[in-house]
């Protein structure tokens, strides 16, 4: 294995985290608060340490193998997560490094689960910091470097097949590096509309920029305690909906339509099921709001749509206490948790199309039994499906359900509340963020024993890189010549 081509690609992330430190410092040195010498000591930790490891690593080899590009993925999350807890720790925010670990790894895998109970008394600096980390998480740190690491001689293929394991890792452009290039402009540039939108409809500036960085990135870390439910306001809720939706679609699809080509996007069968998926559920929820409490039309609705939407993209952000709801309406939800946006969405969780090919193959698998000598091929967007992607899928979901079904066994022997436990669990390994009963939306995870934490924190990396990236590194075979 080329260890130097793994160190010097890791010394040039932390490189890029440690720049990324100083947008935070900027934004203390803006509010002038106390927080103003933990991102300068931070990011020159990283900045130091990253040139340092590019200048010793500058002769190693300039290819990265399969092999070496399933490692980097793997570490970059641990990396980026053990050095991104400096400011937490050196600043006295989140002074325990266990909790401060938790929170990173919880921005840096997009999952949105938190520790803490007095958001509102953080300084700027540090939400700043916390939302910064989802941003850069969404599209993947791995993505955004691919559009920089060629100017180092460094080729970025193996990398972008590791962060994208899905079923389909469909490419804007033939050229790795244009792709990443793309991917974030578009990324960005959705990132600027909402912001400006959210500004218009009544937020600080400050709370729009880092709402917007946390949306995009389908993570859901909030500047406030009780998240959007903090506004009021139907716009603003609204204008989260649209981007949450934007965020789980396919970037491709995004990209598409950009360009005017709406004829692609319409026929796309995964966005169509993605859009019946939203529909068919709010309008379940919404009747059953309708039901069994006061609220009005338009309140059940707007409540259900922004749930619905939330916990399909894995986003989390909360208008409502969900568990406050009727247990079937809550159950509902928590079936939520195992869908996901799209494919070559920033979301996590199973995804639409694994579920979509997964009913079409059981479909025509009972087809096959009733004919036995037909040959029925499996089509998506009208075009047959080759049996490994069929095999891949398959084999994506047994693991799912029996890590999950596994982990919430051994999370029970943490958190005695079942409930509780299998929506960690659940919350973690899909990157959703709350769960159930003592993680709920109005609660948080810093009752959790701290060999809890650790536990969610492994599940929360598995679960963004999509089990296979981080489960190849455990096996014998990798390893072997």
């Not at 103003?36 to 990011?43: A, E, R």
């Not at 969900?322 to 809550?330: D, M």
């Amino acid at each position: 294995m080329n260890v130097k081509i793994v160190l010097r690609v890791l010394g040039f992330l932390l490189f890029v985290e440690g720049v990324a430190m100083l947008l935070a410092f900027g934004i203390a040195l803006l509010y002038n608060e106390y927080d103003q010498s933990t991102f300068l000591i931070s990011s020159g930790i990283n900045i130091l340490l990253g040139g340092t490891i590019v200048y010793l690593t500058r002769n190693a080899r300039r290819d990265i193998g399969r092999r070496e590009g399933y490692i980097i993925v793997s570490l970059v999350w641990l990396v980026f997560s053990f050095f991104g807890s400096l400011p937490y720790v050196i600043s006295g925010a989140i002074p325990d490094f266990t909790n401060a670990f938790f929170e990173t790894i919880s921005g840096f895998t997009t999952t949105g689960s938190s520790i803490l109970a007095d958001i509102e008394s953080l300084p700027h600096g540090i939400l700043f910091w916390r939302s910064i980390t989802q941003w850069l998480g969404g599209m993947g740190i791995i993505v955004l470097s691919l559009a920089i690491l060629p100017v180092f001689g460094i080729g970025g293929m193996q990398l972008f097949i590791a962060e994208v394991p899905g079923p389909t890792p469909d490419r804007i452009s033939p050229r790795i590096r244009q792709t990443a290039k793309t991917l974030w402009v578009i990324y960005l540039g959705f990132t600027v509309a909402e912001t400006l939108l959210l500004w218009i409809g009544g937020m600080t500036l400050f709370d729009a920029v880092c709402h917007s960085f946390t949306t995009m990135a389908t993570g859901g870390f909030s500047t406030k305690q009780a998240s959007i439910a903090y506004w009021s306001s139907p716009f603003i809720q609204y204008v989260i909906i649209l981007f949450m939706f934007l965020a789980g679609t396919n970037f491709t699809l995004s990209y598409m339509a950009l360009r005017g080509n709406f004829k692609r996007v319409l026929h796309d069968e995964e966005f169509k099921y993605y859009g019946l998926f939203v529909l068919g559920f709010t309008l379940v929820i919404s009747a059953g709001l309708l039901i069994t409490t006061q609220l009005g039309v338009e309140n059940a609705f707007r409540d259900a749509l922004f749930q619905v939407v939330s916990i399909m993209t894995t986003t989390g952000f909360a208008t409502v206490d969900y568990l406050t709801w009727a247990p079937v309406l809550t159950i509902l939800l928590f079936g939520l948790f195992f869908f996901g946006g799209s494919a070559g969405s920033t979301g996590g969780s199973i995804k639409i199309m694994r579920i979509v090919l997964l009913l079409k193959n059981s479909y025509y698998e009972l087809r096959r039994i009733i004919h036995p000598h037909a040959v029925i091929p499996v089509k998506f967007n009208r075009q047959s499906v080759d049996a490994k992607i069929i095999n891949n899928v398959l084999a994506f979901f047994m693991f799912y359900f029996v890590i999950f079904g596994a982990s919430t066994i051994v999370f029970s022997f943490i958190e005695p509340d079942m409930e509780s436990a299998m929506g960690a669990v659940a919350t973690s390994l899909g990157n959703i963020g709350p769960g159930l009963g003592n993680v709920g939306p109005a609660e948080n995870f810093l009752h959790i024993s701290p060999a809890g934490k650790w536990f969610l924190s492994f599940l929360m990396l598995l679960g963004r890189l999509e089990l296979f990236t981080v489960l190849v590194i455990f096996s014998p075979s990798f390893w072997r010549e």
